[in-house]
């Protein structure tokens, strides 16, 4: 008996003593994950420093964050900054009610599938690059193009995720509905949307990813102002140091929006993270 009484102590103070060993090996392990990132800034910094890497095929970490604080300061990085975003903006709300509708018309309605769904999908396909000149001839070279490229690369991602999710809806929750006496706008509101909720954030998130992409290549071509067009400025006299630091703001950028969306997931599906 007296064993036994021991052994049990020494379980609890075991079971006890595992959460404080988890808390202490988290920040431990969160710390870890910079590590890659810092050695591979290290490694870059001291490569430029012993002329491995020469400053005309790409400058050092120390040049890149000097440019940015010139850039920042003399106020070329806002403005740049703000149309850029303004342009992802308006692109953004433009492809998704384009997704929405079309995602909607196709995932609610077999006909609207034969319809809408081949075109869609030919759509999706065809290279961004080989757009631009039909775009630049429809709508000319200021800034529509550029909206244009933004609006579609969203809502590829946005359409395909809202169609697959309606199409995804339990039947046997449908047939339950119908059991009750729902109409069907309220079995749109109350079902379909909802379950569809998930696979929607999941296309926003893909299609804010894409939609950088999209004003990229946009901003590279017959830009007169944002980051694509500093990044084309500095190109042209070879200042990597610039070049890089447009490319880091794209970075940050994208990163911030992906970062909202999943805030947003969270809290419109509390009841998911709940269970």
Known sequence: MPVLAADRTHDVSSAAATPQRRSRRRP?????????PVGLLLAWQLASSTGILPDDKLSSP??????????ATSGQLGDAFVVSLRRVLIGVAVGAVIALALGLVAGLSRWG???????VQMLRTLPFLG????????????????IALVALGFAFPLYLNVYAGIRDTDPQLLEATAVL??????????????????????????????AWLSLIVGEQINADAGLGYLI????????TDQVVV????????????????RALERRALRW???R
């Open 246 to 261: 447009g490319l880091v703001v794209y970075a940050a950028l994208g990163l911030a929006t992906d970062a909202l969306v």
């Open 28 to 36: 431990l392990s969160g710390l870890w994950r910079w590590a890659s």
């Open 113 to 119: 599938a034969v319809l809408v769904d081949p075109p």
């Open 62 to 71: 120390a040049k890149v964050l000097a440019a940015g604080l010139d850039l």
């Open 181 to 210: 006496g729902f109409t069907r706008w309220e079995r749109l509101a109350h079902v379909v949307l909802p379950a569809a909720l998930p696979q929607a954030l999941v296309g926003l998130r893909q299609g804010l990813g894409v």
């Open 232 to 239: 084309n400025n500095a190109r042209d006299f070879l200042r």
């Open 131 to 146: 757009l631009i000149p039909l775009f630049i001839i429809w709508f000319g070279i200021g800034e529509e193009p550029k």
């Open 272 to 274: 998911r993270n709940a």
